[in-house]
């Protein structure tokens, strides 16, 4: 039971990242674009900081595959639990998609990501270098925020901070994804070039939390201990 706890925990924190976080990159993406970058960036972090304090006593608050993985490779989690955590992940971001969708209509695109430099001249290296790099700042400040119980009432700021911080830097480039779930809602309900290359933003994110992880091992002062 505890675990189905932790896994409805995470469909519904992910199922509010994607419906307020990519509602409000698509909303100012297509109304305000000088401010969408600003807006889109903030509402992420704060997306991630009001589910930290709702849901992070259940869950942890991970709504995210790649921070998962680092979870589950700094032995964190289980890998029942990456499973069950992973599939509620992708449920909850299918919801939020679709909910978005029935509000907004597709014409705004639902804050899917897109490759850096499309249609003109995309290019697929630029977008996995920078999600990978992205996702590796992210989830390592998660493990960073999350390694002692005695910063765990500051945590949830700390790793909106540290979300809003790589959407600053990454919107302009590929709309910022670093998770796999936020990108594949939006992109399976649009279809099209958001589903042809949501592989990316898949893969890049995964590879940039597993090696978070890996540094993370190296670094925890609590194993040198």
């Known amino acids: 039971m505890e675990s189905i706890k932790k896994y409805i925990a995470e469909f519904i924190g992910t199922g509010v990242l994607v419906f ?8 100012t993406g297509c109304l305000f674009p000088d ?5 889109t ?3 992420f972090g704060l997306v991630i900081v009001a589910m930290a304090y709702s849901i992070g006593n259940v869950s ?3 709504i995210n595959p790649a921070v998962s993985l680092g979870v589950l490779l700094t032995g964190g989690m289980s890998v029942k639990d990456f499973c069950g955590y992973v599939a509620a992940q992708f449920i909850g971001a299918i919801a ?3 909910a978005l969708l029935l509000v907004l209509g597709d014409s705004y695109g639902l804050g899917a990501n897109h490759i850096y430099g499309a249609p003109d001249a995309p290019s697929l290296k630029i977008s996995l270098v920078i999600e ?5 700042v992210f989830v390592l400040s998660v493990l960073g925020a999350t390694s002692k119980k ?3 009432h500051l945590a949830g700021i700390v790793i909106g901070l540290s979300l809003t911080l790589v959407h600053l830097l990454g919107i302009p480039f590929t709309g910022t994804s670093v998770n796999p779930a936020r990108s594949f809602g939006p992109a399976l309900l649009l279809g099209g070039e958001s589903l042809k290359c949501v592989w990316v933003f898949i893969v890049a994110p995964l590879v940039g939390g597993a090696a978070a992880a890996l540094v993370w091992r190296f670094l925890n002062p609590a194993k040198k201990d």
């Open 20 to 27: 307020f976080a990519c509602g409000v990159a698509a909303v």
């Open 35 to 39: 401010a969408g970058y600003v807006a």
């Open 41 to 43: 960036a903030l509402a």
């Open 60 to 62: 942890g608050c991970h």
């Open 96 to 98: 939020g998609a679709w």
């Open 132 to 136: 990978a790099v992205l996702t590796f």
């Open 150 to 152: 005695e910063n765990s």
